[in-house]
């Protein structure tokens, strides 16, 4: 049973497009949520994180977008490159030291040029 | 520096033999894990450790794996015996206690 559910499954969006991941919990105990990229035959890396006090977080053309009361959150790619073609995985867990970490499903994003 | 290393990249094997994974961590971190990916169910937890010691193995799926890690450079993941349900590509991964963890290529595993 995943406590972090994350949708769509994959998109396809044109070089230039933006892309977005949603995920939802309901653990209202999560306090740490990353988001990892992966690229085939590759480990998962990480790519951006967000704690609930912050609403929004940006680093370069990555937004996460942060809603509690509504128990989701958001990636946001914006002007997608072919380059970020990979599987993103939404996660969570009760704070940054907690290894524990519950991973959504993953989205497979491909970026069409 | 060298990221988290792990061998064989790519294993094949009959049901009923038994497998060894191997990890080493990037150095200077204390936490290390394993987790296994499969379509199914996607990335689980398997155990992890801190300062060499288990700290949670409650995702081991049952008394045929093992791990350990015998130093701060080096942990194993056994399965013993091995059955075609284990097939999965299984990664380790190592933290310095930033909450960030850093996941090695992983090891592919088809049991025939």
């Known amino acids: 049973q995943q406590q972090v559910k994350q949708s769509p499954q994959s998109l396809i969006v044109q070089k230039g497009g933006i892309s977005i991941i949603n995920c939802a919990y309901e653990?209202?105990?999560?306090?740490?949520f990353p988001w990892y990229q992966q690229f085939p035959g590759k480990g998962p890396a990480l790519l951006i994180a967000?704690?609930?006090?912050?609403s929004e977080k940006k680093e370069g053309r990555f937004t996460i977008s942060f809603n509690k009361s509504a128990k989701q959150f958001s990636l946001h790619i914006m002007d997608s490159q072919p380059g970020d073609s990979a599987t993103y995985f939404c996660?969570?867990?009760?704070?940054?030291?907690?290894?524990?970490?519950?991973f959504g499903a993953g989205t497979t994003v491909t970026v069409r040029a | 520096d060298a990221g988290v290393i792990q061998s064989p990249r790519h294993e094949v094997t009959e049901m009923g033999q038994e497998v060894t994974l191997r990890c080493k961590p990037i150095?200077?971190?204390?936490?290390l894990f394993w987790y296994r990916q499969t379509m199914m169910r996607g990335l689980e937890l398997l155990i992890y450790?801190?300062?060499?010691?288990?700290?949670?193995d409650s995702g081991m799926p049952e008394d045929r794996f093992s791990a350990k890690m015998p130093n701060a450079s080096f942990s194993t993941l056994k399965i013993q015996p091995s059955e075609p349900r284990d097939s999965a590509v299984y990664f380790c991964?190592?933290?310095?206690?930033?909450?960030?963890?850093?996941f090695g290529e992983g090891s592919r595993l088809t049991v025939l």
């Open positions: 450790f801190n300062n060499n010691v288990p700290i949670d």
């Open positions: 150095s200077g971190h204390d936490y």
């Open positions: 991964a190592s933290s310095p206690n930033t909450g960030e963890l850093f």
């Open positions: 996660a969570a867990s009760l704070d940054r030291s907690d290894y524990k970490l519950s």
């Open positions: 967000i704690r609930p006090d912050v």
């Open positions: 653990n209202t105990a999560f306090d740490y």
